[in-house]
């Protein structure tokens, strides 16, 4: 047969599905071809409005383009949540709770009237203006029930043929906590557990509580945990959540707000702690972190118990994790080192981001019957799922930018870029396609040497803009992991989702007077060979670094340990306080003239900060994105 008809008559029959996901916060959108994830972004990295809740046309826009079709070839498009059955469970909450709520009724009622009611009109509309056509031209619209979004996103591109699946988050529809079993290509539900008992917004109660914001800070309450003693353990167990041994829990609502109001906790919340909820960029107490502490060992405990439960109830070897608590890498590496299950994998996105593939695998395996073909390690790709340039695109962006650059190649590449690096240099790094999910794994990353004493306060303080008490994360060279982490020996963790111990022979013991020392004081304190990794309670959120997934990233810690012997690098998202990790070589280029970074590079293309023209545009963007 012709070759060139072989391929058309094989697109031909390719099924070509779009899983959105959009209109609360984090939108994303995903392309599945034949149950094979092509391409998926989030909105925030093309519009530069971090958390964008928009209908997202710039990334649907790439996901076509990456795959080469247009919205006409689509065989479906996916949305990642039931919009009526939410408002049920809406206006069943405002009348259960009436007459009080009606502050947050009023609020919410005119957006809902207006556009979220009839979603399936806005997404229709939406969906012709970007294709340009009339909507009886669009493919078939789907709707699939949050929950389901999430635990098709961990199970599905898994490497198990057969495990528990556990999703854990704010509230979707109606449910909070779910429980599944995945087996082939198969998702069966077990149980769950339905607002307004949440564990989720219990976790963001407590986040806004201590002066952070609700649906982004969460991560800020975890990282400022170590620095606290967890005192209010007792407290919230016997006041605030009513935890069974199972792991199934209720909330207490007298103490909170969300179902009836326009902020998380109330007075009563307040009266318990015996203070006021800490206001927005006021200092840090030790109170705040104590507090902190002591959310983060209770949500620990709940999924540990759940986790036991669901193992229990399965028999199952393995577990999935996904929703925004799977995010909680704390909690994670703890449950894969407290067991039950032989190991866990969690969906890079576990948010609503992720929910666009999790709601675009559903329709492939669900509707349209396919087949699940089981990838090792898994079906993410490293989550490179994002947009790449050319070398072309590169020098047209970096010129227009009036950027001064040097094009190397790789052999001359790694090992100056090294010599940059071992010298105490702090780098951008911008190369191949970029991550889908919040965490940057070296596509779009900052990076320096986890050995200087200095690297982590100035990241902080002159390249992110950010609370000094944030630790960074180590990227390390997979078959070394066990050299540096309580990690058994090729544990794998490419998404940086894992929390482990430094390991014991490269900590630096601490004195008698730095023991006693409370709240970011500690931060003062040397504690390992790898100090800007290091986090106070001597944890780190590991990245293992593969070369099959991310060959050029892998090369350049290859090349820095063979120079210095360490098989680590400091990595952080390429972003600065308030704003998106970058995606294109302009946003590159322009979050490196904004910050103390020493160096950039993008792809092959090698820039020094001393060598550029000065940067005419005022620092007026440091206060125009929202405090977070």
Same mark, same amino acid.
């Given at each position: ?5 072989? +391929? ?55 996901? #076509? ?42 609020? *919410? ?111 800020? #309450? ?23 041994? @199972? ?22 919340? *307040? !009266? #318990? ?136 190649? +790789? ?12 010298? =105490? ?36 303080? !002159? ?54 020392? %409370? ?17 106070? @309670? ?48 302009? +946003?590159?280029?322009?979050? %490196? ?16 900060? !001393? +060598? ?11 206060? =125009?994105?929202?405090?977070?």
């Amino acid at each position: 047969m012709d070759e060139n008809l072989n +391929d058309k008559i094989t697109q031909i029959y390719m099924t070509n599905i779009l899983g959105i996901s959009a209109y609360y916060h984090d939108s994303a959108a995903a392309l599945v071809v034949d149950g094979k994830i092509v391409a998926a972004a989030q909105e925030e990295r093309f519009t530069r409005k971090k958390h964008d809740p928009g209908f997202p046309a710039e990334a649907i826009k790439y996901c #076509l383009q990456e795959a080469g079709i247009t919205l006409s070839e689509l065989d479906s498009v996916v949305f990642y949540d039931k919009p009526l059955v939410k408002f049920e469970r809406l206006l069943e909450t405002y009348i259960a709770y009436a007459p009080k709520g009606i502050s947050s009724f009023v609020a *919410a009622m005119p957006v809902w009237l207006k556009e979220k009611l009839y979603l399936k009109s806005t997404l229709k509309k939406e969906l012709a203006k970007l294709g340009r056509c009339k909507t009886a031209a669009l493919p078939q619209l789907l709707f699939t029930e949050h929950h389901h979004s999430h635990a098709a996103s961990a199970f599905f591109p898994s490497p198990y043929k057969k495990a528990a699946v556990l999703c854990l988050d704010g509230v979707g529809e109606w449910a909070t906590t779910t429980a599944w079993l995945g087996e082939g290509d198969k998702l069966t539900p077990l149980w769950e557990i339905d607002f307004p008992h949440s564990l989720g917004l219990l976790y963001s109660a407590f986040t806004y509580f201590t002066g952070f914001k609700v649906n982004s800070g969460e991560y800020k #309450l975890m990282g400022l945990a170590p620095y606290g003693e967890p005192i209010y353990v007792d407290l919230i167990l016997d006041n605030l959540l009513d935890l069974k041994e @199972d792991g199934t829990f209720r909330l207490n609502m007298q103490y909170f707000n969300y179902c009836t109001g326009l902020t998380m906790t109330n007075k009563r919340f *307040a !009266k #318990l702690f015996g203070r006021p909820a800490r206001k927005p960029e006021s200092p840090l107490t030790q109170q705040e972190m104590d507090i902190a502490a002591s959310i983060q060992v209770v949500t620990e405990r709940v999924v540990q118990r759940l986790a036991k439960s669901i193992h229990k109830e399965t028999g199952a070897d393995y577990l999935c994790l996904a929703g925004g608590v799977a995010l909680n890498c704390v909690s994670n590496g703890k449950l894969l080192t407290n067991g039950p299950f032989k190991d866990i994998w969690i969906q890079p996105a576990a948010g609503d981001a992720g929910g666009a593939i999790g709601a675009a695998l559903i329709a492939w395996h669900d509707y349209y019957h396919g087949a699940r073909t089981l990838e090792q390690p898994d079906a993410m790709q490293g989550s490179y799922l994002g947009p790449k340039f050319d070398a072309e695109e590169i020098r047209k962006q970096l010129t227009a930018a009036g950027a001064v650059f040097e094009e190397l190649p +790789d052999d001359k590449l790694m090992p100056q870029l090294a010599d940059i690096l071992a010298n =105490e240099n702090v780098l951008g790094w911008s190369q191949g396609r970029m991550e889908f999910g919040p965490r940057a794994l070296g596509g779009r990353s900052i990076i320096g040497d986890p050995r200087s004493k200095k690297m982590q306060s100035i990241m902080n303080l !002159k390249i992110k803009y950010r609370e000094s008490f944030r630790p960074f994360a180590p990227s390390v060279l997979a078959e070394r992991v066990s050299d540096y982490f309580e990690l058994k020996a090729g544990q794998r963790s490419p998404y940086m989702l894992m929390v482990a111990p430094i390991k014991k022979s490269l900590r630096i013991a601490m004195t008698d007077d730095q023991q006693q020392l %409370f709240g970011v004081d500690k931060l003062k304190v040397i504690r390992s060979e790898l100090p800007a990794v290091t986090h106070v @309670d001597y944890s780190a959120r590991v990245q293992t670094v593969h070369p099959e997934t991310n060959p050029r990233y892998y090369d350049l810690l290859k090349t820095f340990s063979d120079k210095t012997g360490c098989g680590v690098l400091v990595n952080t998202s390429f972003n600065v306080r308030g704003e998106p990790i970058v995606c294109t070589p302009e +946003d590159s280029y322009r979050c %490196f003239m904004r910050t103390e970074m020493d160096y950039l590079v993008v792809d092959n293309f090698l820039m020094a900060k !001393k +060598d550029q023209p000065v940067w005419e545009q005022d620092e007026s963007w440091k206060n =125009e994105f929202e405090l977070d």
